[in-house]
Nanobody
Framework: QVQLVESGGGLVQAGGSLRLSCAAS????????MGWYRQAPGKQRELIAG???????AYARSVKDRFTISRDNAKNTVYLQMDSLTPEDTAVYYC?????????????WGQGTQVTVSS
């Protein structure tokens, strides 16, 4: 099986930055695409960034040009650099993994890490 563990969440002021990490363990050879979802209170979970094993990336319009996803295949870790944060970015952020080339369907989830942006 595969385990995903996020870290790096916390409280930051608007305009600040945070870097999330997601470390995969277990049968990591089963993971292909990885990405980040987030869920704000009262809202549905949304995909915000994805990355293939080869490094191709895609972003939701709401975070494009502010967030950067990257991965280190040797370390089985994916990162999310978040810049120019706004209170609207406040949410629980989840790491996700798939056996497919793209992040659909998601087979593996992390436990989530809280990101809170104060105004």
């Amino acid at each position: 099986q595969v385990q995903l563990v996020e870290s790096g969440g916390g409280l930051v002021q608007a305009g600040g930055s945070l870097r999330l990490s997601c470390a995969a363990s277990g049968s990591t050879f089963m993971i292909n695409a990885m990405g980040w979802y987030r869920q704000a209170p009262g809202k549905q979970r949304e995909l915000i960034a994805g990355i293939t094993r080869g490094g191709s990336t895609a972003y939701a319009r709401s975070v494009k040009d502010r967030f950067t996803i990257s991965r280190d295949n040797a370390k089985n870790t994916v990162y999310l650099q978040m810049d120019s944060l706004t209170p609207e970015d406040t949410a629980v952020y989840y790491c996700a993994g798939s056996q497919a080339v793209v992040l659909d369907p998601v087979r593996y989830w992390g436990q989530g890490t809280q990101v809170t942006v104060s105004s």
